[in-house]
């Protein structure tokens, strides 16, 4: 057990589907407010270099304590509008690329990269279909799996299907304490299941998709507190925790695999590949 890795205070008394619902939040921080106040200096950079900007993914170079990292990840809009620009938080394929790219970047200067996960999955649409979503996303498991710099990945508020694990092959698996981690929506389960989306909520207790499950699992490193009620009740102290968390998991990364020149890549390689053939093993 590890018990550092949980919120120094028991956890509410809630129910899987109002973490779901908290983690849904209209008004719940999405990633460029966490970065934003977890860091400074945001350069945000646009483009796959082969099609377009998908702005359902933001990215970009940010100082973070005494180094600059790169930061990927899914943007929701905050209302009707935005959310049309922002596809409602759901990636195209050169949404993921442009993470790649991105993280190609950070690996041939020798900065971390930080990944915030916050999506209901990848966009499901013809279009994306037809330009290779799902090569786009398997090319990311891919090539995050051996990025030669380490990695974490916090998530933040969904993280939904393959459009998250497509920036979550990392080193460091964080999640907020209601945040979700899923293999696909309750919804869509119970329909698959019971022919019935309005089993949604019994889904969701089955599936065990929260972070205190993802933790209990050995998948998530760390479950990080949020104000009562929720992230979105107070921000700042959200994003203070976990600017706290982040800096001191990077520096335990850093201990252990060290920096620049000196980085430790085939350890590193190593037992990231071990960190994911344990998850899903049973006997």
Known sequence: MRPEALPSREPQPMTTWERLTLARHPERPHTLDMVGRVMSDFVELRGDRLFGDDQAMV?????????????????????????????????????????????????????????????????PGLQSEERGQAMAIATNLLEMSRLRTPTISVVIGEGGSGGALAIGVTDRILMLENSVYSVASPEGSAAILWKDSGQASRAAEAMRITAFDLWDMDIADEVIPEPKGGAHLDPTATASALQTVLLRHLAELRGIYGAGSKLDSGRLLEDRFARFRRIGVFG
């Open 59 to 123: 990215g970009g170079l940010a100082r973070f304590g005494e180094e600059t990292v790169m930061v990927v990840g899914q943007q929701k809009g905050r209302d009707t509008k935005d959310n049309l620009v922002r596809h409602f938080g759901m990636p195209k394929p050169e949404g993921y690329r442009k993470a790649l790219r991105l993280m190609k970047q950070a690996e041939q200067f020798g900065m971390p990269v930080i990944a915030f996960i916050d999506t209901p999955g990848a966009d």
